[in-house]
């Protein structure tokens, strides 16, 4: 019998969300709101997967999981994944982080085996699987930093972590207005190839205000002054507009950004926008409760944690 509990962490993106599909500069961070997930088999020969976050049970028997090996999982991970069409379509990307983490510890679990560095970017290869699975054509950014946690930037599926990783508090707005990733991704493709000489200038841009926070971050890390705070709160109110121009905004967040900036907060939004999430840089005095006010779920969250772990295992 097995008995695991493991998680992967939130994620925002900082900067260069879109942009970073088309080649781009971006820059996320882990979230210390991690998705756990349980994984149990019992005497009944069924396994039984619980995800505790989104509400979610399965279980599958036994028989149908034992022939996996990680040799023979790329080839059935994308039937795999269909089957796991039962979940809500906008499941959060660290779910799915966890669900391909399952997949993975059933392997490790036979193979006796433990995580190593090429097992890890085994199950960001299999996320990102997922990730294509879900969204069509996701850049890898979302799985890289829920697989390695901290802050990264993440350049045409290069990976840096960055050295030193500053305190920082962000506040996680969930508008609670549903979108696609997959179709507002689409449509930023759309406006690129109709407006190529106007758009390219603004996704290059995006990568610039990555490359700037980026150093920003690590000079708030090594000695931190109340400058880079207001040099961080230019650099979201420049995307934030930049975003808008690519066709993702949203009336949610817009009402996001005026009620933090009636507060001395800057906001953007962060992912795919259309609604869904947006971050607040904090300064000492979060307004979570107006926001709460507006219908919607915030979440003081801090940066730069852990990324997939293992738990416990009986
Ligand atoms: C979604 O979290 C981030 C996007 O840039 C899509 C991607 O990078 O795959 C919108």
Redesign the pocket.
């Known amino acids: 019998n097995i008995d695991f509990i493991f998680s992967a962490p939130g994620k925002a993106?900082l900067h260069?969300?879109?942009a970073?599909?088309h080649g781009k500069v971006?820059l996320a961070v882990s979230l210390n709101l991690r998705t756990y997930l349980r994984l149990k088999s019992n005497s009944t020969g069924k396994v039984s997967l619980c995800l505790p976050n989104i509400h979610t049970f399965m279980s599958w028997d036994v028989s149908s999981l034992l022939p996996l090996r990680p040799s023979t999982l790329d080839a059935v991970l994308v039937q795999r994944l269909h089957h796991f069409t039962g979940f809500p379509s906008e499941m959060p990307?660290t779910c799915a982080m966890a669900v391909l983490a399952f997949l993975y510890i059933y392997i490790s679990v036979f193979a006796e085996s433990r995580w190593s560095k090429e097992e890890l970017e085994l199950i960001n290869s299999w996320a990102f699987q997922g990730?294509r699975v879900i969204?069509g054509?996701?850049?890898?950014?979302?799985n890289a930093v829920g697989t390695w946690g901290g802050i990264l930037r993440y350049h045409a599926g290069t990976i840096t972590p960055l050295s030193r990783v500053p305190v920082l508090r962000i506040l996680l707005t969930n508008t609670k207005v549903p979108r696609s990733?997959k179709s507002?991704?689409a449509g930023v493709r759309d406006k690129i190839k109709k407006f190529p000489s106007v758009m390219h200038p603004v996704l290059e841009s995006i990568s610039a205000v990555s490359v700037t926070c980026e150093l920003t971050l690590e000079e708030i890390a090594s000695d931190p002054m109340p400058e880079h705070y207001a040099v961080l709160e230019e650099l979201i109110d420049i995307n934030q507009h930049h975003l808008q121009v690519l066709g993702v905004g949203h009336a949610s967040l817009d009402t996001l950004c005026r009620t933090t900036l009636a507060h001395g907060l800057h906001s953007k939004l962060t992912?795919?926008?259309g609604g869904g999430c947006g971050i607040t840089l904090l300064r000492p005095e979060p307004p979570s409760a107006e926001l709460k006010d507006c219908g919607y779920d915030c979440w003081e969250t801090s940066i730069g944690v852990p990324g997939v772990c293992l738990h416990s295992a009986s």
């Open positions: 993106i260069g969300e879109h970073v599909v971006a990307d990730e969204h054509t996701p850049s890898g950014v979302d990733t507002l991704v992912g795919a926008g």
